[in-house]
């Protein structure tokens, strides 16, 4: 399924509850504005999410309690300005989310409560303010986590 360059302007995408175990879906280039856009739920066991490239403006994203047990869930080049991304009580225990590169805006992306137990989730050279909740327990990163560089308490 793809997706890829279209644009949500208001109202609602609903993938909650979804399970994403084999082949592709493409949100690649697409843009969301003032609109909620819900992965609440939904298992990602498999196959490909990509959403690189992608402008969430005014939107909110909210992956709350989905599951990353496996497969591939790109947000590399994404931009997220002026709403909310929200992955509370998400369990990250494998597979791979890569933020490499996003381009984060205000205090709009939180991770409270979310579980790292195995996989790999990457934020390698995004830009702007650090996801709130990543260093919940300190200055070290939970266990598959890399963080930006610019984020990491010795580049302060």
């Known amino acids: 399924m793809n997706f890829g360059g279209a644009t949500f302007?208001?109202?609602?995408?609903?993938?909650?509850?979804?399970?994403?175990?084999?082949?592709?879906?493409g949100f690649r280039?697409?843009?969301?504005?003032?609109?909620?856009?819900?992965?609440?739920?939904?298992?990602?066991?498999?196959?490909?999410?990509?959403?690189?490239?992608?402008?969430?403006s005014g939107s909110?994203?909210?992956?709350?309690?989905?599951?990353?047990?496996?497969?591939?869930?790109?947000?590399?080049?994404?931009t997220f300005s002026g709403g909310i991304v929200d992955f509370d009580g998400a369990v990250f225990s494998g597979g791979i989310v890569y933020f490499a590169g996003a381009a984060f805006s205000g205090d709009s992306?939180?991770?409270?409560?979310?579980?790292?137990s195995g996989g790999d989730v990457s934020f390698r050279d995004a830009t702007g303010p650090m996801p709130r909740g990543l260093l919940a327990t300190g200055d070290t990163p939970p266990a598959g986590v890399t963080l930006s560089s610019a984020w990491l308490p010795s580049a302060s």
């Open 9 to 25: 302007s208001g109202g609602i995408v609903d993938f909650g509850g979804a399970t994403f175990s084999d082949g592709i879906v």
């Open 29 to 56: 280039g697409t843009t969301f504005s003032d609109g909620i856009v819900d992965f609440i739920g939904a298992t990602f066991s498999g196959g490909r999410v990509d959403f690189a490239g992608a402008t969430f």
């Open 60 to 78: 909110s994203l909210g992956f709350m309690d989905a599951s990353f047990s496996g497969g591939r869930v790109y947000f590399g080049g994404t």
């Open 109 to 116: 992306v939180y991770f409270g409560s979310a579980a790292f």
